[in-house]
């Protein structure tokens, strides 16, 4: 997370990374505030990657709240960006500051223009990208410090993992205000330098089911999500156990059986959600063949709301892996033309920083 101001014009300019979960996060406890019905645990992906950047900006002569995302105006009057600016107006009251720049802001409306640098809404975390970054510049621009994880949260339940670098947990918490569901850190970014991340992006196009209206139907009509939420909590440990030991066989099996998880109960919703094409269980083939023969598990596949995939894996073994997701996957040249994706896009690969 990076940002900077101008005292001048009140302007607040910050980026912040995607993560993907592999402990995932799907289904709520309460649709308002945004609590979830089990922990997840997410790898924050490099900074000058997948990246949201966002300007703040406040001044006496603006009339109303107004909001930008990529270059179009969107209504600012949805509940959840509604939630992310009155919880930090009322940070920042209760914090006044004494600092008559800061203070002057509280008073004033708020300009907000975001982009991404990557496909909006096709299951590449750009909500949590998004709002981390807003309520980063938020924060920023009207003097709140501390804990604004849980800000983020009331955004996109997945944005506050966003927040840290490195590998990290979202606390379920158990108030019932949500003020301890908020994301720690396990580990940062330095921990694990040999870990790696591919995005094969095989569709850029919008996801068909958002993932709040997906997770919402899951935890009405799914009889596997009860088993599920069950199992997270010992995954969770696991998986922080193999993270902290840098054991990456057991990381990246957690890792696989997670996102098959989640897709499972997304077929056992009613009426059932896909999300992975053809091309993604290619993927999952070709993941798998390459351990097999490798004698080890050397890479680990993940699915989020949408086809894409994000592949784990060492640094060592990034060329063999590249060279035969390239082999099977030649890149397509233009994504937007071809409603059915043979090929993949494959992006530069990842490395991991804050
Ligand atoms: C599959 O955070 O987008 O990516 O809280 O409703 O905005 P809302 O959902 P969102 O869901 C992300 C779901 C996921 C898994 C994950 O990131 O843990």
Request: aromatic fraction near 6%; charge should be positive.
């Amino acid at each position: 997370m990076s940002g900077k101001s101008n005292p001048n014009v009140r302007c607040v300019t910050c980026t912040a990374p995607v993560n993907i979960a592999v402990i995932k996060y799907w289904g709520k406890t309460d649709e308002t505030r945004i609590l979830p019905t089990n922990p997840s645990l997410s790898v924050t992906l490099g900074q000058d990657e997948l990246r949201a950047k966002t300007s703040v900006a406040a001044s006496s002569s603006f009339t109303e709240d107004r909001l930008w995302l990529n270059g179009i105006e969107q209504s600012i009057s949805s509940p959840r960006i509604q939630n992310v600016l009155k919880e930090i107006r009322r940070r920042a009251h209760k914090r006044k500051s004494g600092d008559s720049k800061n203070d002057v802001v509280l008073t004033q409306h708020v300009h907000i223009v975001s982009e991404n640098n990557f496909p909006t809404a096709a299951g590449l975390a750009s909500s949590a990208a998004g709002y981390a970054c807003l309520v980063f510049a938020l924060g920023k621009l009207f003097g709140v410090h501390g804990e604004i994880s849980d800000i983020a949260r009331q955004g996109s339940g997945s944005a506050c993992r966003s927040l840290y670098g490195g590998y990290v947990l979202w606390k379920m918490g158990s108030k019932e205000d949500g003020s301890d569901s908020h994301a720690v850190q396990v580990q940062p970014e330095t921990h694990w330098p040999q870990m790696r991340s591919l995005i094969l992006v095989v569709s850029d196009q919008k996801k068909h089911v958002g993932s709040t209206e997906g997770m919402q139907t899951t935890v009405q009509t799914s009889d596997l999500m009860e088993k599920r939420i069950k199992l997270v909590d010992k995954r969770t440990a696991e998986i922080t156990k193999a993270i902290n030991e840098r054991d990456f066989p057991t990381f990246a099996k957690i890792t696989m059986q997670e996102s098959n998880q989640l897709h499972a109960v997304c077929l056992d919703t009613y009426p059932p959600i896909f999300y992975m094409t053809d091309t993604s269980r290619l993927i999952v083939r070709l993941v798998h063949a390459i351990n097999d023969i490798s004698g080890k598990v050397k890479v680990a596949y993940t699915f989020d709301a949408g086809p894409n995939a994000c592949l784990y894996l060492l640094e060592e073994d990034v060329p063999r892996v590249l060279s035969l997701v390239r082999h099977f996957f030649p890149p397509s040249k233009d994504m937007k033309d071809s409603s059915f994706v043979t090929g993949l896009k494959l992006d530069e690969i990842k490395p991991l920083s804050g």
